[in-house]
């Protein structure tokens, strides 16, 4: 796997995020505290629009920002095309509306094209977990386009 610092990128793919119809709901109001390569630390507030019928923070839209911010880890080292490969998420509390929580994704492994993420969430007040996310992503190296020549 190529490795590069492509943190500016990542930058940018967080700020533009609420381009996108279902990140833009699940990612909208993140705030990044701190980028480096392979780690990206951010906080949220829970949004109304975000809560379940119990008025706890929705567990599909905890998947999609935390779908998110795995792919900035990994992005902010090899500033390639991911996909997910394998995800999973382990619960501890839930969170309410207009609760913070402070979010961690950090690549922890590598294994050919394979990056392995650790997403850590927990609320700030206290510190107390809301979930981990554990998720490793296929990464395709992007590839500048060649130009065809004929043969004419």
Do not use: C
Not at 135 to 142: E, N, R, S
């Amino acid at each position: 796997m190529m490795k590069g610092d492509y943190t500016k990128l990542t930058k940018k793919w967080f700020q533009h995020s609420s381009n996108f119809e279902l990140d833009g709901l699940a990612l909208q109001g993140l705030k990044i505290i701190h980028f480096e390569v392979g780690l990206v630390r951010a906080a949220f507030v829970i949004p109304d629009h975000l809560l379940d019928r119990d008025g706890n923070w929705n567990v599909g839209a905890m998947a999609v920002l935390i779908d998110g911010m795995a792919a900035g880890a990994v992005f902010s080292m090899t500033g390639a095309n991911l996909a997910t490969v394998d995800y999973t998420m382990s619960f501890y509390s839930t969170a309410k509306v207009k609760e913070e929580v402070e979010i961690e994704a950090k690549v922890v492994g590598e294994k050919g094209n394979l990056a392995s993420v650790e997403i850590n969430i927990q609320k700030k007040s206290n510190g107390e977990k809301v979930v981990i996310g554990k998720q490793w992503m296929h990464v395709t190296p992007l590839k500048k386009p060649h130009s065809m020549k004929s043969k004419l």
